[in-house]
Structure formats: structure tokens, C-alpha cells
């Protein structure tokens, strides 16, 4: 190992000493300084067009990486590792769209081929096309648990996916998912999101009900995992347990490559199937996912909008065909898959937490 790579220990320790020191802010001069000298001299039609945004968009934005102060940019041009706003303005991209462009953006071997598609199909038409059968043929040659690929809108749909998935594969009932990670929109999984321990407190709008089924561990804690493992053993069991297989918010709280073969070792053990959200991490730390590089083989794997290239509204969901299958409708069917359908949803779960007047 290289002695000048921190170990997750290290940076765990360092991250926990950074949080207490105090907060040192920008002198509101400067930053005065700053809006007026860049953003009022140099911005103006980003700002002007922000001023329309926030009269027809919540916020003024459509996605939570664009909101910026004192206000949000608007780029008109993305090529590589660039950005220029309408201004004109250069910028160096580290964001690339929150992960999905790991080629940089608009690359000229994905446009050509999408433009090519354009001119004699049209980006949808509901039925088989031969790239969705070559992309579904990639990702298994590449990722070392997938023997098929299934396609969907999203990483948060792709995710609702796998928990169901799951339960069906399992006749469990429970979702384990650790603190602090983002596992898209779907209300089960808008738990403990942001802050390891927040429960329930990031997700406003939601009942609580909606969370009978649904607990967070805390990250790198094989004991807590196990806490909860052996506490579902006794209501139903664990249906699945949600890995970001860096930690939790794209490694911001990283864990270990023992925490991750441990958690694989749990879940063989309680028998609950270990998901490994790859949104970010996969094609980007290797082709092969995180999880070539820790060893460890997830049941299942949620990718996200890379497998598009960068182009919105795609995600999916790999795995082994024993998993797969439940994902199989139509003339795929088969009596074992419908039994496990009719468990599974009939009769409907009772909840367990709150009296019905509740619900």
C-alpha cells in the first residue's frame, strides 16, 4: 500500500477533527467585493435569466448542484472539461453533472452516434431497439455481478426496483440503508439521508408510515449493521441491505473495504440481498464498478445516468438471472415468480408502528 495514501481511519479522523473547529466565515466585505467586481460586472444575462427561472422553476434551477450564491449560472456550452456560460465566461468542470459524464461533456463519439440515431429513429419508441440489447450486453461484459440489465428512467427508479426486487426474491419485508446516503426520490428510501442518524427529520412531506419497513445503520458500523439484522429477524426480516460501497454521499463519510466484505458476509448470513448503489461509482473508479476494485460481489446494482452517456432520464438495475427474473413480465412469467408475487402483496402488510387512525 502507498504509506503517502490515508487510510479511511485517517480521513475519518481528520473529518471528525475539522467538524470541531469553529466555522470561519467569508468577511461579508469581501464577498461583497466578489458579487460586485464578477457576478453584477460579468454575470449580467445569468442573472437576468435567473430573475425569469425563479418566476416558472422552484428556486430557479432544476437541480440542486445549479443553485449557487449570490445567484445561480447559466451555461450555454459544455465541451470536455469546459464550461461557458451565456456570458462567455470559462470554466474548469469538477462537477460533470454530478458524476453520470465521465467521458466530459458532450464528447464527440457519443453526440455522433446520437445524432445518428436521430435521423432515422427518434430517442424512444417504446419497443426493442439493438442499443438497449448492446448496452445491456456491455455492462454485463464489464461489471462482474450482472448477467442481465434491465433499463429505467432513473437511479431513484432504479432503486424502488431493487427494493422490490428484494422482497420478492427474499419474502422479507425490511430495508436497511446506511445513514447519511441519497438512494433517489421514492419515499421508503428518503430516510436517514444527509446526516447519519437524522431518521426520519430530511424528509419532510412524508408520513411516517411510509417508514415501517425502512431503518438506517450507522456508516462502518458492522455491529450496528448486525444490531439491526438480528432486531428484522424477529418482524419479518431484512429484505435488503443499500450500500453506497464508498459511504454514504459519494464517500464524504468513507468507509472500509472490510466494512463493505463484512456487510457482504452479513447479508449471506441473515439472508438479506446487499445493493450496491453505483449512481456515482460506477465506470468512474473503474469500468468495473467499485465493486471489482473492494472484491466484493453485491447482489444487486443500481446504475444511474451514465449508462446514458450523460443524457437525462436514464438508470438501471443489474444483477444475477436468479434476481433478474422477477423483473421478467409477459411471456417470461413463470408460476414460481407469480407465487411470490401474491406473497409478497396479499394480504397487504398491517402496519406495526402506528395505530390505524394514523395511517
Known amino acids: 500500500m502507498d504509506i503517502n495514501r490515508p487510510g479511511t481511519a485517517q480521513v475519518i479522523r481528520e473529518l471528525d477533527d475539522l467538524i470541531k473547529r469553529p466555522i470561519h466565515s467569508i468577511s461579508p466585505e469581501y464577498l461583497k467585493k466578489v458579487e460586485t467586481e464578477y457576478f453584477d460586472a460579468k454575470c449580467a444575462k445569468s442573472k437576468e435569466m435567473v430573475e425569469h427561472a425563479n418566476k416558472v422553476i422552484p428556486g430557479g434551477v432544476q437541480h440542486n448542484l445549479a443553485f449557487n450564491h449570490p445567484f445561480p449560472l447559466a451555461f450555454d456550452t459544455a465541451k470536455g472539461a469546459k464550461l461557458y456560460d451565456v456570458d462567455g465566461n470559462e470554466y474548469l468542470d469538477f462537477l460533470q453533472a454530478g458524476g453520470p459524464t465521465v467521458l466530459g461533456s458532450n464528447p464527440d463519439s457519443v453526440r455522433e452516434k446520437v445524432e445518428e440515431l436521430l435521423d432515422h429513429c427518434g430517442p424512444s419508441t417504446?419497443?426493442?431497439?439493438?442499443?438497449?440489447?448492446?448496452?445491456?450486453?456491455?455492462?454485463?461484459?464489464?461489471?462482474?455481478?450482472?448477467?442481465?440489465?434491465?433499463?429505467?428512467?432513473?437511479?431513484?427508479?432504479?432503486?424502488?426496483a431493487a427494493a422490490r426486487v428484494a422482497r420478492l426474491a427474499t419474502g422479507n419485508k425490511h430495508i436497511l440503508k446506511m445513514g447519511g446516503a441519497y438512494h433517489g426520490w421514492s419515499d421508503q428510501l428518503a430516510f436517514g439521508i444527509r446526516i447519519p442518524g437524522s431518521k426520519f427529520t430530511q424528509s419532510k412531506g412524508l408520513p411516517l408510515s411510509n417508514f415501517v419497513f425502512t431503518e438506517e445503520f450507522f456508516p462502518g458500523d458492522l455491529k450496528a449493521l448486525e444490531r439491526n439484522l438480528k432486531l428484522n429477524k424477529l418482524r419479518g426480516g431484512t429484505a435488503a441491505i443499500f450500500l453506497e460501497p464508498v459511504g454514504p454521499e459519494s464517500g464524504t463519510r468513507p468507509i472500509s473495504a472490510e466494512f463493505v466484505q463484512g456487510a457482504r458476509e452479513l447479508a449471506t448470513k441473515y439472508g438479506a440481498l446487499l445493493v450496491f448503489d453505483e449512481v456515482v461509482t460506477a465506470f468512474r473508479l473503474s469500468p468495473h464498478g467499485a465493486q471489482h476494485l473492494y472484491g466484493v460481489m453485491p447482489d444487486l446494482t443500481v446504475f444511474g445516468k451514465v449508462v446514458a452517456g450523460g443524457y437525462p432520464g436514464a438508470g438501471g438495475l443489474g444483477g444475477p438471472d436468479k434476481y433478474m427474473q422477477y423483473l421478467a413480465a409477459g411471456i417470461h412469467g413463470d408460476t414460481k415468480i407469480k407465487k411470490a408475487l401474491v406473497a409478497a402483496l396479499w394480504p397487504p402488510p398491517r402496519c406495526r408502528r402506528w395505530p390505524a387512525t394514523t395511517r
Open 126 to 160: 417504446g419497443l426493442l431497439h439493438e442499443y438497449e440489447v448492446k448496452l445491456a450486453q456491455l455492462i454485463v461484459d464489464l461489471v462482474p455481478s450482472v448477467d442481465k440489465f434491465r433499463m429505467f428512467n432513473s437511479g431513484s427508479e432504479a432503486c424502488s
